[in-house]
């Protein structure tokens, strides 16, 4: 007689499409990948664009670094509306009007061995259809970094201490945005 209280075994292919499966599964939740819902998207669903960034500082290209950090903040939050979705609700632009490169910590030569990167961001939030400033605000980002044995090095140090500084200044920008929703 054959019992009935036990399921079938599962073949070895079935086993291992199981786990690939499990695995794609947490490498996208990972990567920031899932429904729009969980991502805080705006309540009533209002999309916004993003104006150009204008630079006012002396150090060139510093709006790219910064703008590309904001979309890329803008679309893990679900905010971003693309151009075949229609008019956005609102408008966000801004210019970049500060960079900053100092040193915080010094060698016996009195060289600067550390330093700090802060870029400055005023932002305007206007609603598109009625023209509203929705807020008008200056928000800072900032990294760290170490000198190199070179001037390669030390550059390169101080292009990422400006990536890293552009994703934070991003990261404020749009938790902000998300509180005015």
Same mark, same amino acid.
Not at 50 to 71: F, K, S
């Given at each position: 007689?054959?019992?009935?209280?036990?399921?079938?075994?599962?073949? $070895? $292919?079935? #086993?291992?499409?199981?786990? =690939?499966?499990?695995?794609?599964?947490?490498?996208?939740?990972?990567?920031?990948? $899932?429904?729009?819902?969980?991502?805080?998207?705006?309540?009533? $669903?209002?999309?916004?664009?993003? @104006?150009?960034?204008?630079?006012?500082?002396?150090?060139?290209?510093?709006?790219?670094?910064?703008?590309?950090?904001?979309?890329?903040?803008?679309?893990?939050? @679900? #905010?971003?509306?693309?151009? %075949?979705?229609?008019?956005? %609700?609102?408008?966000? &632009?801004?210019?970049? !009007?500060? *960079?900053?490169?100092?040193?915080?910590?010094?060698?016996?030569? %009195?060289?600067?061995?550390?330093?700090?990167?802060?870029? !400055?961001?005023?932002?305007? =939030?206007?609603?598109? #259809? %009625? @023209?509203?400033?929705?807020?008008? /605000?200056?928000?800072?980002? /900032?990294? *760290?970094?170490?000198?190199?044995?070179?001037?390669? &090095? !030390?550059?390169?140090? /101080?292009?990422?201490? =400006?990536?890293? +500084?552009?994703?934070?200044? +991003?990261?404020? =920008?749009?938790?902000?945005?998300?509180? /005015?929703?």
């Amino acid at each position: 007689m054959r019992r009935m209280d036990r399921p079938p075994p599962l073949r $070895g $292919g079935a #086993v291992r499409g199981l786990l =690939l499966g499990a695995a794609v599964g947490a490498v996208l939740v990972a990567c920031g990948y $899932g429904p729009l819902a969980t991502h805080g998207a705006p309540a009533g $669903g209002r999309q916004l664009s993003v @104006g150009a960034i204008t630079n006012e500082t002396m150090r060139p290209g510093v709006q790219g670094i910064v703008a590309a950090a904001l979309l890329r903040q803008l679309r893990l939050h @679900g #905010v971003l509306r693309t151009s %075949d979705a229609g008019a956005p %609700d609102l408008i966000l &632009s801004g210019g970049v !009007t500060a *960079y900053l490169n100092e040193p915080i910590a010094f060698d016996r030569q %009195d060289i600067g061995r550390r330093f700090r990167v802060r870029v !400055t961001l005023s932002s305007t =939030l206007v609603g598109r #259809v %009625d @023209g509203k400033v929705r807020f008008h /605000e200056t928000i800072m980002g /900032e990294a *760290y970094y170490t000198a190199g044995v070179g001037a390669v &090095s !030390t550059r390169n140090a /101080e292009d990422e201490a =400006l990536q890293f +500084a552009a994703q934070d200044l +991003a990261s404020k =920008l749009v938790a902000r945005l998300l509180e /005015e929703w």
